[in-house]
């Protein structure tokens, strides 16, 4: 009598295991409800936090805030030649004389290079400044870490979020080259280094900028740009430097046939370029900085070309410093006195608005430009400037 049938004693046994399962499992969604509320707490906080940090970019507001120009491109049409002329817009001889003359006086000093030895100083890295401000949160057991702040880009820009505070618009950078404008304010150079990227030169024009950590503009020949280029380009990304075009293929005579201006040719070519960049460096990624293979100064008949590219969003920049590294045979320097000798000496041609932009090469063959660096880096350094790159 008082024991019942096996098969209800299953099925009450049944019944309290289901109860059981029930119970347990509303524990269990209770459970993870509460702790995706925590998670997802605990994801906003940080970026609250970091995007705060970004934004209150020690004292570079003003740097951020992108003038129109004043018609500033009627400037100089200085129908002077060669690549490397620089003449001003008002003296295409003075390129012509300067050449020469800084050639002679260069060759008088014989002395070879010393490579300047560094102060391995700025410990703390400049790129490092704002990044460090991101401290690690709850979450670090996260499996799939984010990238650490100082390589986070900065959208539709040319360069890293860490490098704003360094980072100066193109438009403003040319204005007070030329005279018209003030908004860079303080001395700044741009060291800028064009027709890369080479895999000899490149990296050892990276080595030196970091040993001095110092940031320049480089000017990518987009043909240069492929899977074995690759890693070069996100190291000067990532370094915090600042990624410009100079053209697709460099060709003068398909950019400028009879010496004018194919403004449809020069867009293709800075949009070409833009696509591979956005290929290896992510959608994200925008550059707005254009250099003319030969330089602005060098060609007829750009305004249309000019035109063109301002209405895709691209400003193209000269120079107003230069160390001779593209200059013929003859005239160009063949010791780092003489090229260290000649940059100091391209900085008379141009008249002095506290801005410098430094004309180098970091293509095929450029080993006295690498060789020349440190001493040019510690010229500017000795005369107070700070380092900045164009955006
Ligand atoms: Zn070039």
Redesign the pocket.
């Known amino acids: 009598m008082g024991k019942r049938p096996q098969h209800v004693k299953q099925q009450h046994q049944r019944h309290w295991g289901r109860w059981l399962i029930g119970i347990f499992s509303v524990v269990v969604l209770v459970g993870l409800i509460g702790l995706m509320m925590v998670q997802v707490l605990d994801f906003s906080a940080p970026e609250t936090s970091s995007g705060q940090s970004n934004q209150t970019d020690p004292a570079q507001q003003h740097q951020t805030s992108r003038q129109q120009p004043t018609s500033q491109d009627h400037s100089h049409a200085a129908e002077s030649s060669g690549?490397q002329a620089h003449g001003s817009k008002s003296s295409s001889t003075a390129a012509a004389s300067s050449s020469s003359s800084s050639a002679s006086t260069g060759r008088s000093s014989s002395s070879q290079s010393a490579t300047g030895v560094v102060p391995d100083a700025a410990a703390g890295s400049s790129a490092n400044a704002d990044g460090a401000t991101s401290t690690p949160r709850a979450n670090d057991a996260d499996p799939t870490p984010q990238a650490p702040t100082n390589v986070t880009p900065a959208p539709g820009q040319n360069h890293l979020a860490a490098a704003s505070q360094y980072a100066f618009d193109v438009q403003q950078v040319r204005a007070q080259m030329y005279g018209q404008g003030s908004a860079i304010g303080q001395k700044t150079v741009f060291l800028t280094f064009?027709?890369g990227i080479n895999p000899t030169i490149t990296p050892q024009i990276l080595a030196i900028l970091h040993r001095y950590q110092v940031h320049a503009t480089f000017f990518l020949v987009g043909k240069a740009i492929n899977q074995s280029t690759r890693a070069l380009l996100l190291q000067e990304y990532q370094s915090g430097h600042g990624i410009a075009i100079?053209s697709f293929d460099?060709n003068y005579s398909r950019l400028y046939p009879k010496r004018r201006a194919n403004a449809s040719q020069i867009l293709a070519e800075a949009e070409q370029t833009q696509a591979v960049l956005r290929q290896y460096l992510g959608q994200q990624f925008r550059t707005r900085v254009w250099r003319y293979?030969g330089g602005h100064m060098s060609w007829q008949n750009l305004a249309p070309a000019d035109l063109a590219l301002r209405q895709h969003g691209y400003y193209w920049m000269d120079w107003n410093a230069a160390s001779g590294d593209a200059l013929g045979a003859k005239e160009a320097p063949k010791t780092v006195a003489q090229m260290v000798q000649y940059q100091a000496y391209s900085l008379s041609y141009f008249p002095d608005h506290g801005v410098r932009v430094v004309l180098m090469h970091d293509a095929a063959g450029k080993q006295l430009t690498v060789a020349a660096l440190p001493q040019i880096i510690e010229f500017y350094q000795q005369r107070g400037y700070r380092f900045g790159i164009l955006s």
């Open positions: 690549h064009d027709d100079h460099h293979p």
